[in-house]
């Protein structure tokens, strides 16, 4: 990759991310023209409905989805190439593909709910952010799911998009968001997806695995500053546990998150009343506390912050190097 292309593509993700933590995706937009993953999903909708019909043999429903992940993939990406890929409003649109301010209130909404109004308002805010069965769960499960759900969407909707990004540019941002909202959609293992929605799956664990990875790392770091958190365990529980957990990605910030907190995360669910049995990530207590969740957020924020430093090193350091270059051909 030419250097001059890697500089502009890690400053505008370093804009992109500062940006969208400080303002987030103001509803006052998202009421007037949505949210470019609405965008995606009205695609996806209209893709799922023409190629994925039960008439259809499950060779043929597998062949449709893949056609349907090329297709989710390549028509958001081209469309992206012809925006501005550089300076203000390039940023802005960047930072629309970043989640790091609505994660944080969607996982703290849980917090205030079950503070609130105990269980019943716990319950409603924590159905927004997981799949499993609400009712089923007490206040400690409600509090692991929120934790869990805070570290496995640090990943994939603040870290990947911030990735792929920093390489490629705001194309890389749009071609990673494409491919994992089809798997939140369609990449399900129920009867109707589990064949259409095999290939938007497999891809998304596929681009999601430098993500895993550096979120994890990103956690272990930012617990290494906060004295109620611990590195060494987070690390610890993330050599132990990630691999146990059955995403090949999912295991690698909840092990770090758990270990860090001394908690266990994951384990026995239930979801549409069937009781899925996972390994836990982590060794230590399963009845998680509201100050649990408070140091989780605390958590959350010092890994943010962490991500965004290293970005902006990495700018300073790319547009140094990239001077280095342009004075050296000058002479």
Known sequence: MPLFRLRTSVHLTTTACIFERIFGYPNCIFNVIGHPVTWIGALITQLERKLNQERFSTRTQQR???????????????????????GPIASILLSTLSAQKSLYQHVRAVHDGLAQHGLPGGRKAVSLIVGRDPETLNEPAIIRAAIESLAENFSDGVVAPLFWSSLFGLPGGVAYKAINTADSMIGHRSPRYKFFGWASARLDDYVNL?????????????????????????????RRDAHKHRSPNAGWPEAAMAGALGLRLAGPRIYSGERVEDDWMGNGRSNATLQDLSAALKLYNRACLCQALVLTFLSYIVRGRARRNNASTST
């Open 64 to 86: 449709n989805g893949i056609i349907a992940s090329a297709t989710l993939t390549t028509l958001p990406t081209l469309v992206s190439m012809i925006l501005p890929q550089r």
């Open 210 to 238: 430098p993500a895993s990875r550096l979120s994890a790392l990103w956690i272990i770091l930012a617990a290494s500053t906060l004295p109620s958190a611990s590195a060494r365990h987070a690390w610890q529980a993330v």
